[in-house]
């Protein structure tokens, strides 16, 4: 059983992985149409898995026909050479095809935060709005002026928050952009994201409680 030299000790994996994903292993580290024959059927797969990924998404992000498409292929083409690229680094935990599912749906992540960071405007629709107390987690008591809190809210996201902050905030609360995509598009880490995340909502609940639509304890617990 031919093995590229580059892989080292990783012979040892074909012996204890599942024969499925020990045949992937073999034949994608193989040469000539049996290779080519595996690349295209692994990318058969991360096509699928991005392009379910992408519609599951694209609502938040109004993608529709084409440019939905095209953000799926692209997602599945840069999976597959980072899979290819990344066969050594493949342990057996679990199947070869559970294994490349995560390259997908990462590639899918940074995609479509790239794709909302195009246009450096946020642009905020009243539907938006409409979701956003249910994504700040605010309890259905608190429900009952909605009108006036999304107007309350709508100032204290413009007026309060910093530029960063704004665009963080809307991105993931609004748009769901996931944060590992925000990070690569902004530099930063997860860890920052989180941290800007939680002064722009502390932020805006202390407004609230100032302008008396959230309690004392209410702003505490959240």
């Known amino acids: 059983m031919a093995v590229d030299p580059g892989l080292g000790d990783n ?10 994903s020990a045949e992937w292993l073999r034949t994608l580290r193989g040469t000539g149409v049996e290779r080519e024959a595996a690349v295209e059927r692994l990318h058969a797969i991360l096509l699928r898995v991005a392009s379910n990924e992408v519609r599951r998404r694209a609502p938040r992000l109004r993608l529709a026909g084409p440019e939905l498409d ?3 292929h692209q997602a599945a083409a840069d999976a ?8 050594g680094g493949f342990r057996g935990e679990s199947r070869f095809t559970t294994w490349v599912y995560k390259f997908a749906v990462l590639e899918v992540s940074a995609k479509l935060g790239r ?20 994504r700040f987690g605010f309890d259905p008591a608190e429900r009952s002026e909605r009108h006036d809190l999304l107007d ?3 100032r204290a996201v413009d007026e309060e928050l910093t530029e960063r902050q704004r ?4 991105a993931i609360v609004l748009k769901g952009v ?3 995509a925000l990070a690569v598009e902004l530099g930063t880490n997860r860890n920052a994201i989180y941290k800007t ?8 609940r202390a407004v609230l409680v100032a302008r008396g639509y959230l309690d004392i304890g209410t702003s505490r617990r959240s």
């Open 80 to 87: 597959l050479l980072a899979v290819i690229a990344k066969l």
């Open 11 to 20: 012979q040892a994996t074909l012996a204890s992985v599942d024969p499925e």
């Open 70 to 72: 095209d953000v799926a």
């Open 197 to 204: 995340m939680f002064d722009a909502r502390r932020k805006l």
């Open 167 to 170: 665009q963080i905030f809307v």
């Open 152 to 154: 309350a809210l709508r």
């Open 115 to 134: 794709h909302f960071w195009c246009d450096p405007r946020v642009r905020l629709e009243g539907e938006d709005w409409e979701r956003l107390p249910d």
């Open 178 to 180: 996931p944060a590992d």
